[in-house]
């Protein structure tokens, strides 16, 4: 792998199974660009870990110079325009087709986590969320989105369990014609027309209070 350009000190934090991490890594070795890897333990975070991103407190982070970068799509793209000249470019030029290159990045990490969390998850598989596992997922952009995501989902569930609650109390009533506005229909409605005066009138063919000749 060639060296990073000029003399650069390149450091990446991570955790060999993340996503997030492998992410950063693919991009990093399309560029030919060398870097020390760090192992990070989520359970028991390092110093530099806390010091370089802490905010979040998680992985990715990629330190270019002690200069320190979370968050994996901010690290592809600034990896994309740091080393512009080195290896192949990630986005394409053009600025609609890098804007929707971002649309789709932002899509897999918002819509894409929702199917892994409902899978088991070994401790040590984290992705952008810094710990936790996949029913703790941690203060990051993907795991608030998927927390949010979640508790929609749980919401519209009992909506939706109301909903067929209230449709079966009411289902007998239907069936029975016990309908209140079943009592309240308009003259001429013949057979349909409720016990009411005026379903009385049109029964009996007359005429009631309320009916105009």
């Known amino acids: 792998m060639a060296a990073a350009a000029g003399g650069d ?16 890594q693919i991009v990093l070795n399309l560029k030919g660009i ?10 028991s975070k390092g110093e ?8 979040h407190k998680k992985v990715p982070v990629l330190i270019h110079n002690g200069k320190p970068i979370p968050e994996s799509q901010v690290i592809v793209q600034y990896i994309d325009e740091a080393w512009r000249g080195t290896g192949p470019s990630v986005l394409p030029a053009d600025p609609h087709q890098r804007a929707t290159a971002r649309f789709w990045a932002a899509y897999v990490d918002d ?10 998850v070994r401790p040590q598989d984290r992705g952008e969320d810094g710990g936790g596992s996949a029913g703790h997922l941690g203060d990051g952009d993907a795991g608030r989105r998927v927390r949010g995501k979640l508790r929609g989902e749980a919401v519209l569930r009992r909506r939706r369990h109301r909903v067929r609650r209230r449709c079966a109390r009411q289902l007998p009533g239907l069936v029975r014609g016990d309908r209140e506005d079943d009592r309240r229909q308009a003259p001429g409605r013949g ?21 105009l000749a």
Do not use: M
């Open 111 to 120: 819509k894409g986590w929702v199917a892994v969390v409902h899978h088991p």
């Open 34 to 43: 060398s870097y020390e890897y760090v192992e990070e333990d989520l359970h």
């Open 48 to 55: 530099l870990l806390l010091a370089s991103n802490p905010v």
């Open 9 to 24: 000190e390149v450091k990446l934090l991570g955790v060999w199974d993340s996503p997030f991490v492998n992410r950063v």
């Open 191 to 211: 057979e349909d027309a409720g016990p009411g005066r005026v379903g009385s009138a049109v029964q009996d063919g007359g005429c009631g209070e309320g009916c």
